[in-house]
């Protein structure tokens, strides 16, 4: 492989890895945010007990997401200046919006809400995870902006050897753009969902003690992943009008986007089946719940929506080449000059391996989690009168 199809290579494999982190952070984060609601209203000390369990495998999934990300903003200046030279007046706002507004602000929110357990007022501390909430999807939506520009590159005009940015409104009502980031906000409920079911099949499985808190638990998660499944295929398909025609030859030639796209398609109409029509008639009489040789079939599932999710994002990367800006910037002319074989060799052996280790990582911490159960719960866990302070997020 030469320099250029290594650099791809690279770009796809550490911004495949973040989107796993990213599209679970979507889905959990509402979830997490309802259980708290509900609780805070009901007084119901199940709620507490369900909003600490699934938001501390909220927290863990968002602390190691966040390295994963700080290794694809290193691409953009080691791999792709050209892109930066050529498109940075245009490309680089929503990505500093995103970073200096909504990733910043959500940072700050979810801090007060991991170390506010019993110290905030409970209305405000509620407050903190509905303003994580929105900041997370403030931030997917900046991201899509920029992503829906290299599609599509409405707002901008040719200014000598770069583009500039004339027309700030039109990226944010970009075709590319308005179906796109709902299609993606419904994969991460869909996503949160499944995580949901096969954490509580699990347990439900083993005929744990908790056995209340998982049937709750899986209720929410088949719901979740129903609207989910519903919003991400319909959104989905009505992305087809939109490519059609801003991008109508964006799956001629490109074999692999097809694959992508026909891989993905059949994952989510499978899936959309199975929840539809088994596992949302079973929720009656919670016989979902007290079937278990169900449980086995539900936890082999859990994964299916994050393949899903990565063969998306696929198809819609992919189907552009050999454009990095459709019509404007070939990749091959985004490339960062001076670049050789060996040397971006390295950096993608350097990248996949930290990445793939985060990965490992957050997926170990996370079962342990749910092994562990509810009980072993260390965020929002009280304190025992002269025991020193204990960090949740340390804690883990």
């Known amino acids: 492989m030469d320099a250029l199809d290594l650099a791809r290579t690279q770009f796809a494999v550490t911004g495949s890895l973040h989107f796993l982190f990213v599209v679970l952070t979507l889905g959990l984060a509402p979830l997490v945010a309802i259980m708290q609601t509900r609780h805070a209203i009901t007084g119901k000390p199940i709620f507490g007990r369900m909003t600490r369990f699934w938001g501390q495998i909220y927290v863990i999934n968002y602390a190691l997401g966040i390295f994963t990300g700080l290794v694809m903003e290193f691409q953009f200046g080691l791999s792709w200046s050209g892109l930066s030279h050529f498109a940075g007046d245009v490309f680089g706002a929503p990505l500093a919006i995103e970073t200096l507004v909504a990733f910043f602000l959500e940072s700050t929110f979810l801090g007060l809400w991991i170390f506010g357990w019993h110290r905030l007022p409970k209305?405000?501390?509620?407050?903190?995870?509905?303003?994580?909430?929105?900041?997370?999807?403030?931030?997917?939506?900046?991201?899509?902006?920029?992503?829906?520009?290299?599609?599509?590159?409405?707002?901008?005009?040719?200014?000598?050897?770069?583009?500039?940015l004339t027309?700030?409104?039109?990226?944010?009502?970009?075709?590319?753009?308005?179906?796109?980031?709902?299609?993606?906000?419904?994969?991460?409920?869909?996503?949160?969902?499944?995580?949901?079911?096969?954490?509580s099949a699990y347990h439900l499985l083993k005929r744990t003690a908790e056995q209340e808190f998982f049937t709750r638990s899986l209720r929410l998660g088949v719901v979740t992943a129903l609207i989910g499944s519903l919003s991400t295929v319909g959104f989905g398909y009505a992305q087809f009008g939109a490519v059609g025609e801003v991008q109508p030859d964006k799956f001629d030639g490109a074999p692999l986007a097809a694959a992508g796209l026909g891989f993905m398609m059949l994952i989510g109409e499978l899936l959309q089946f199975v929840v539809l029509f088994a596992l949302l008639p079973l929720l009656i009489r919670n016989a979902l719940a007290r079937w278990r040789w169900t449980h086995p079939l539900l936890i082999m599932m859990t994964p299916l929506p994050f393949l899903a999710a990565i063969l998306g994002w696929l198809a819609r990367e992919v189907g552009r080449?050999?454009?990095?800006?459709?019509?404007?910037?070939?990749?091959?002319?985004?490339?960062?000059?001076?670049?050789?074989?060996?040397?971006?060799?390295?950096?993608?052996?350097?990248?996949?391996?930290?990445?793939?280790?985060?990965?490992?990582?957050?997926?170990?911490?996370?079962?342990?989690?749910?092994?562990?159960?509810?009980?072993?719960t260390f965020l929002g866990a009280r304190e025992e009168p002269g025991t020193p302070d204990r960090a949740p997020a340390l804690s883990l």
């Open 123 to 164: 209305w405000l501390h509620l407050a903190c995870i509905w303003l994580v909430t929105l900041t997370a999807y403030a931030s997917a939506f900046w991201i899509m902006v920029a992503n829906s520009f290299l599609q599509n590159p409405v707002g901008s005009e040719l200014r000598g050897d770069h583009l500039a």
């Open 167 to 199: 027309d700030f409104g039109a990226l944010l009502t970009n075709p590319s753009l308005v179906f796109a980031f709902p299609h993606v906000i419904s994969a991460g409920l869909w996503t949160g969902g499944f995580v949901i079911i096969g954490a």
């Open 321 to 376: 080449q050999p454009w990095l800006i459709q019509d404007r910037l070939l990749v091959a002319d985004a490339m960062s000059p001076g670049l050789t074989s060996g040397m971006v060799t390295g950096s993608l052996i350097a990248f996949t391996g930290v990445l793939g280790l985060l990965a490992v990582i957050d997926y170990a911490l996370i079962a342990r989690a749910v092994r562990r159960g509810p009980s072993a």
